[in-house]
């Protein structure tokens, strides 16, 4: 999930505070949601790790080469904090470790599973803004807001046929657009 946007990326080089809150406002809630992977719901201390991940990558902005740079130092830094966290915590004996499922403690399949899922739901989300709006918004009501067909009709003022017909032309582009990314996705 990258913003893409390689203007605003130099600008956060050259330390502009704008650019910066864009990369802030793209990437806190994907870093958020790692950090409770791993901590398992402790949304304080999740909030402080990512305040962190942002504030070492602001430090460090003119070594990143590219945004994808900048994404991996994020999940690193995160992963990294919350690792000292949970070893901290057993230290003072805040929590029990050996509670705490195996998959915690090492790299694990199911956080990389979350990344790529948070990933392609983002793609999917920018190529259904793309779509024309009448597909745009038979798939948003569909997906997004999980309406069957003659909600969808009522609240569009359009006739099923019509629904359907929007409703596979969306289904079709977005296979196009994803069919060269099958591999990365699956």
Not at 52 to 58: G, L, M, Q, S, Y
Not at 71 to 81: D, T
Not at 156 to 178: C, D, E, H, P
């Amino acid at each position: 999930m990258i913003l893409g946007d390689h203007h605003t990326f130099e600008e956060f080089k050259q330390g502009n505070l704008a650019a910066f809150e864009k990369f802030f406002e793209y990437y806190k809630r994907p870093i958020t949601l790692f950090a409770n992977s791993i901590l398992k719901n402790r949304p304080e201390i999740c909030e402080e790790i990512v305040s962190e991940c942002f504030v070492k990558a602001w430090t460090r902005r003119a070594d990143f080469e590219n945004e994808g740079k900048l994404q991996a130092f994020l999940y690193v830094v995160a992963k990294n904090a919350c690792f000292s966290t949970l070893k901290a915590a057993h230290n003072n004996n805040h929590i029990d470790i050996a509670s705490l499922s195996e998959h915690t403690l090492k790299e694990d399949p199911y956080i990389v599973n979350h990344l790529i899922r948070e990933e392609t739901l983002a793609l999917l989300r920018k190529e259904v803004d793309k779509l024309p709006a009448s597909q745009k918004h038979v798939i948003q009501l569909s997906y997004y807001e999980n309406k069957d067909i003659p909600s969808i009709c009522n609240q569009l003022k359009i006739s099923s046929n019509s629904a359907y017909a929007n409703y596979s032309r969306a289904v079709s582009t977005l296979k196009k657009k994803f069919q060269n990314k099958k591999d990365w996705l699956f």
